[in-house]
């Protein structure tokens, strides 16, 4: 498959909410763009409601039974869907071996911070007692979510987490984030600009430092039996700044991190596989990493 960088810059524009977005005309492009109606390698799709949350149950061929992911997807907390969703997250299940839980969360305005948080701390409530391992995983705005989540949870509770993975993980939405400051800091994908009305979409101004929205204001004291974080993004990135100060924040905390920046990969490219190699071997990688654990 010949490289179409510039098809897959135009899709992964879609994923983000822009100061000239339109809310159901935003979320009505996310659908249209990324739904799949086939799922790739005969994994199945079941809908199930998991104490109150409507969930897609993502089963590839073969999956290993002593773990299970949640699937917390992007979408600048505005957009997104279990539809919009879907495909990708089932060739993640394929590529891991892994039964993943796509959850339906509820999204800003209409549902701002904490709706989705609350949403998937009843979703884990009732996994976290019936499986030996749980792993967390997210993308773009989904990554506060995740992130959130885990600081949610408590001794024995955080300890089932076995591993926290994040894609493109937005960390910061407060005014002393890199990408405000730091004018050689291109991106194809992201503006600053939008990342701000993100954030106002999704919170109130004086909540942007709390940990549990921008988790680059996470304390080291925070991350006690913290699990280990996987994050693989693009070298292109505006947000690589604030992921790194992130890892800083981890080794701090004595939390065991993956960092997997791919060259001259631009913002979520993982789910621009029509267009580029790198994203199947993104996403082989991402298999590969979690069938280790």
Same mark, same amino acid.
Request: glycine content about 6%.
């Given at each position: 498959?010949?490289?179409?960088? #510039?098809? +897959?810059?135009? /899709?992964?524009?879609? =994923?983000?909410? %822009?100061?000239?977005?339109? *809310?159901?005309?935003?979320?009505?492009?996310?659908?249209?763009?990324?739904?799949?109606?086939?799922?790739?390698?005969?994994?199945?799709?079941?809908?199930?409601?998991?104490?109150?949350?409507?969930?897609?149950?993502?089963?590839?061929?073969?999956?290993?039974?002593?773990?299970?992911?949640?699937?917390?997807?992007?979408?600048?907390?505005?957009?997104?869907?279990?539809?919009?969703?879907?495909?990708?997250?089932?060739?993640?299940?394929?590529?891991?071996?892994?039964?993943?839980?796509?959850?339906?969360?509820?999204?800003?305005?209409?549902?701002?911070?904490?709706?989705?948080?609350?949403?998937?701390?009843?979703?884990?409530?009732?996994?976290?007692?019936?499986?030996?391992?749980?792993?967390?995983?997210?993308?773009?705005?989904?990554? #506060?979510? +995740?992130?959130? /989540?885990?600081?949610? =949870?408590?001794? %024995?509770?955080?300890?089932? *987490?076995?591993?926290?993975?994040?894609?493109?993980?937005?960390?910061?939405?407060?005014?002393?984030?890199?990408?405000?400051?730091?004018?050689?800091?291109?991106?194809?994908?992201?503006?600053?600009?939008?990342?701000?009305?993100?954030?106002?979409?999704?919170?109130?101004?004086?909540?942007?430092?709390?940990?549990?929205?921008?988790?680059?204001?996470?304390?080291?004291?925070?991350?006690?039996?913290?699990?280990?974080?996987?994050?693989?993004?693009?070298?292109?990135?505006?947000?690589?700044?604030?992921?790194?100060?992130?890892?800083?924040?981890?080794?701090?905390?004595?939390?065991?991190?993956?960092?997997?920046?791919?060259?001259?990969?631009?913002?979520?490219?993982?789910?621009?596989?029509?267009?580029?190699?790198?994203?199947?071997?993104?996403?082989?990688?991402?298999?590969?990493?979690?069938?280790?654990?």
């Amino acid at each position: 498959m010949a490289d179409n960088r #510039s098809g +897959a810059i135009k /899709l992964l524009k879609k =994923l983000v909410f %822009t100061p000239k977005s339109e *809310i159901e005309s935003f979320r009505a492009t996310i659908e249209q763009a990324f739904y799949e109606p086939f799922l790739p390698q005969g994994v199945e799709c079941t809908e199930e409601a998991i104490n109150g949350i409507q969930c897609d149950v993502l089963e590839p061929q073969v999956f290993a039974s002593d773990r299970v992911m949640i699937y917390i997807h992007g979408g600048s907390f505005i957009g997104g869907s279990r539809k919009a969703w879907r495909g990708f997250v089932a060739s993640i299940a394929n590529a891991s071996s892994t039964r993943v839980i796509l959850p339906e969360i509820r999204l800003a305005p209409q549902f701002p911070f904490p709706a989705a948080l609350e949403d998937v701390k009843r979703l884990i409530k009732s996994l976290y007692t019936e499986n030996p391992d749980i792993i967390i995983a997210a993308d773009g705005s989904g990554a #506060s979510i +995740a992130l959130a /989540l885990a600081l949610s =949870l408590k001794g %024995t509770a955080r300890r089932k *987490i076995k591993e926290i993975v994040l894609l493109s993980p937005w960390l910061d939405f407060s005014d002393e984030a890199p990408i405000y400051h730091d004018k050689k800091l291109k991106d194809e994908i992201i503006t600053p600009d939008a990342m701000r009305r993100t954030g106002n979409m999704y919170t109130y101004a004086s909540n942007m430092t709390n940990p549990l929205v921008s988790p680059q204001y996470i304390q080291p004291d925070m991350l006690e039996d913290f699990p280990p974080v996987f994050i693989q993004m693009g070298e292109k990135e505006i947000i690589i700044n604030e992921v790194r100060r992130f890892t800083a924040i981890l080794k701090a905390g004595h939390v065991k991190y993956t960092l997997d920046v791919w060259p001259n990969m631009m913002h979520m490219f993982q789910m621009a596989h029509e267009f580029l190699d790198e994203s199947h071997r993104a996403i082989d990688a991402i298999g590969l990493h979690i069938k280790g654990l």
